[in-house]
């Protein structure tokens, strides 16, 4: 199966940028799929955060008011999330996940939490 | 954006009960649904796509239904291991959307 793992700082200064990637194992992020981040505020619900294909071409959720970048490294099997000049709401747990067919989100890291503060 | 909306918010049940929640979705999105379970700090976990497509490896006891704006997921027998939060996600048109989630407790 699908195994992602998400990596970066657990705490970043507010009006910085907040930088993750994601590492796939046992699938090569070239072959297909879209490949997506989410978030989960504590104590809260899901947010899609944006995806990116295959092919490097991306959509994001426009509900942000952080700037979002997403890039694939296919040499390293990585793909990574940028958010610049974050607030205390981009507080959470940050998830990757593969996209299968349908988009729907089948395999995912275990999570990671970033919190923004001075 | 598409809206979700998951009824109840809290659902109580028992070991051994048939549990169904509905999710309705502001406009159309056809099957594009799917629905997910999550337990406390783990990562939601796929049930269910296509809204009644059940994802490999999850239990049969775990179906779901619906088309338009109206979808259901029901547990046919509760297990302990099924008490966690469940949330819908449309599949649709982007900006993908998730509803807020029903939790189950005993």
């Known amino acids: 199966q699908v195994l992602l793992q998400e990596s970066g700082p657990g705490l970043v200064k507010p009006s910085e940028t907040l930088s993750l990637t994601c590492t796939v194992s046992n699938y090569s992020i070239s072959s297909g799929y879209y490949w997506g981040w989410f978030r989960q505020p504590p104590g809260k619900g899901l947010e899609w955060i944006g995806s990116?294909?295959?092919?490097?071409?991306?959509n994001y959720n426009p509900s942000l008011k952080t700037p979002v970048t997403m890039s694939l490294d296919k040499s390293k099997n990585q793909f990574s999330l940028r958010l610049r000049s974050v607030t205390a709401a981009d507080t959470a747990v940050y998830y990757c996940a593969s996209q299968g067919p349908s988009s729907a989100a089948d395999y995912w890291g275990q999570g990671t939490l970033v919190t923004v503060s001075s | 954006d598409i809206q979700l909306t998951q009824s109840p918010s809290f659902l109580s049940a028992s070991v051994g009960d048939r549990v169904t929640f509905t999710c309705r979705a502001s406009q159309d999105i056809s099957n594009y649904l799917a629905w997910y379970q999550q337990k406390p700090g783990k990562a939601p976990k796929l049930l269910i796509y296509a809204a009644s497509t059940l994802q490999s490896g999850v239990p049969s006891g775990f179906s779901g239904s619906g088309s338009g704006t109206e979808f259901t997921l029901t547990i046919s027998s509760l297990r302990p291991e099924d008490f966690a939060t469940y949330y819908c996600q449309q599949l649709h048109s982007y900006p993908l959307t998730f509803g807020g989630g029903t939790k189950v407790e005993i």
């Open positions: 990116i294909y295959h092919s490097g071409s991306t």
